[in-house]
């Protein structure tokens, strides 16, 4: 088993800034592939980033050049940093881990996070 508690949700205005984080705990972190998804009110949940143990990162394009994904292996933490944040923006955001990043982003990963609010302001 693998427990993922997101942190750093929030309100900011249209344009901010908002770095989300990801601890994770149980098996080998190295091991998986993490991600973030995110629901806004009456959609579905969407794939937002997945990155690969040793960095590789792919975006859906509606974060391409915005947001970026990463993480720090030896403190079981990934990161959401999201820029140039607009009202589009504003959702619940679900911390993700799979066996490979495929499963990501094809929606299917193995463990979830509780999710964090974030609310973007115009």
């Known amino acids: 088993q693998v427990q993922l508690v997101e942190s750093g949700g929030g309100l900011v205005q ?9 601890a994770a705990s149980g098996r080998t972190f190295r091991n998986y592939g993490m991600g973030w ?15 690969t143990w040793s960095g590789g990162a792919t975006y859906a394009d509606s974060v391409k050049g915005r947001f970026t994904i990463s993480r720090d292996n ?20 679900y911390c993700s881990a799979g066996s ?11 463990y979830w996070g509780q999710g964090t609010q974030v609310t973007v302001s115009s």
């Open 100 to 110: 490979s990043t495929s499963t990501l982003v094809a929606g299917n990963p193995d």
């Open 37 to 51: 998804f995110r629901q806004a009110p009456g959609k579905e949940r969407e794939f937002v980033a997945a990155i």
């Open 14 to 22: 249209a344009g901010g800034s908002l770095r989300l984080s990801c």
């Open 74 to 93: 030896a403190k079981s933490t990934q990161y959401l940093q999201m820029n140039s944040l607009k009202p589009e923006d504003t959702a619940v955001y």
